[in-house]
């Protein structure tokens, strides 16, 4: 490694040279990309050493980590929880490696989520920040790359690498120059819609953390954003529509592995090949997606979440005229053992995203970052600045860091 050096993982729906691409899906067990996705080659460029994918839940569907194809991580601070999902795989990189630097990618709070369970900092730029080239989509409106790390510094000295334009991805041309510093963030929103329905032991540590965040000269007040209720269900259906389009090409015949059927008629070949391969939860989303773009459904569901997702943008920066972030507690909950996870209805699993997923409607930028302990387990918060406004969460990450001593678990080799 040269001494300018680093070492970095990737979530494994980024495509590498070196190693295979497979999203967490059987369906694409075997495909090894012939390029770099841009996030990973700026990152090589930048004396980057990639040595591992990371492991993830199918194409991203999920909160917990559990919907892989290849084996389930472990949360590094206690095996019998979840690391969080998707990106669970990157989180648990990120903590259990000292000075290591993982990519993740965010639809609905895929690197928020497990940033929280494993105690580490998640960063997710806005939406158009880092070039989507190279990456296996789950919904193309939502999709963002970011980075893990133990780190805050680590993560603040990489985002300017693999953000800016790329002609590869045309959503990220538009996009206002990066400036990570010489903005403090002072005056901190508090929406009290997010505060319900939290586990008491995340209310009780969220109310210490604001107080030691006014210790730092921060001010904290209270806010209403009402839509906020409506995020969840304007997300599912946007990202499920978007994803079973995206998941259409995977039918054996372009891309995804094939049978042996070639005399089958192609619809049988196709069913048989989706059928096999697709897990539990793809399977689930593709006929969600599928059901809200119906013929007669479009203006019922999609045209409808379009609508509620610009509301939600519109009270997000009313907001923003008088505060300079929002913050919230990142999840509802410590990271659940695996049994609970067993007896959860998707639909619960789905309502656990909760916090997550307006940021992340919304293309808002946002970090989770550690805050707190209940018992062994790390507990975090959510900070979401204006778009294109990362400096503020730079600022707050930093500041953060300064005055939190986290407590990482140790590592028997």
């Not at 399977?283 to 599928?290: A, E, M, V, Y």
Request: charged content about 25%; some cysteine.
């Amino acid at each position: 490694m040269p001494d300018d050096g680093f070492h970095f993982s990737a979530k494994d729906n980024l495509c590498s040279l070196e190693m295979q691409t497979r999203a967490g899906s059987k369906i694409l067990d075997g495909y090894r990309p012939p390029f770099d996705a841009t996030a990973i080659s700026r990152l090589k460029e930048a004396g980057g050493i990639l040595v591992a994918k990371d492991n993830m839940d199918e194409f991203g569907f999920g909160t917990f980590s559990t919907n892989c194809a290849y084996g389930v991580p472990r949360n590094p601070y206690d095996e019998e929880r979840c690391c969080g999902g998707s990106s669970g795989g990157s989180a648990a990189a990120a903590c259990l490696i000292e000075g290591h630097l993982a990519l993740g990618e965010s639809t609905g709070g895929s690197i928020a989520c497990p940033a929280a369970f494993c105690g580490v900092y998640g960063l997710t730029p806005t939406y158009g920040r880092v070039s989507r080239y190279g990456l296996v989509d789950y919904a193309n409106s939502l999709d963002k790359i970011g980075l893990l790390s133990r780190s805050a510094k680590q993560i603040v000295k990489h985002l300017p690498t693999i953000s800016g334009m790329d002609l590869k991805d045309p959503t990220s041309c538009a996009q206002p120059e990066l400036i990570l510093d010489g903005r403090e963030a002072r005056n901190i929103a508090i929406p009290k819609e997010a505060l319900e329905g939290l586990d008491e032991n995340i209310s009780d540590t969220f109310m210490r953390t604001l107080k030691e965040m006014e210790s730092l000269g921060m001010n904290v007040d209270e806010v209403s954003i009402p839509s906020l209720s409506f995020a969840l269900p304007a997300y599912y259906i946007l990202a499920t529509s978007e994803s079973s389009t995206n998941l259409a090409r995977y039918s054996g015949m372009r891309f995804g592995v094939r049978n042996d059927n070639y005399g089958s008629h192609f619809n049988e070949f196709f069913s048989q090949v989706r059928s096999k391969e697709f897990g539990k939860e793809a399977k689930r989303r593709i006929l969600l997606g599928t059901f809200s773009r119906m013929v007669g459904f479009r203006d019922r569901y999609y045209m409808k979440a379009l609508q509620v997702r610009s509301l939600i943008i519109r009270e997000y920066q009313k907001v923003f005229e008088d505060h300079d972030v929002v913050m919230t507690p990142t999840m509802p909950f410590v990271a659940p053992r695996f049994d609970e996870v067993d007896q959860m209805r998707p639909l619960d699993m789905y309502k656990a995203d909760f916090l997550t997923v307006p940021p992340n409607l919304c293309g808002l930028p946002h970090v989770s970052i550690p805050s707190d302990y209940v018992g062994r387990m790390p507990v975090g918060v959510q900070v979401v600045a204006p778009h294109w406004e990362e400096g503020l969460l730079a600022d707050m990450m930093l500041r953060w860091e300064d005055h939190f001593a986290p407590e990482y678990p140790e590592v028997i080799l």
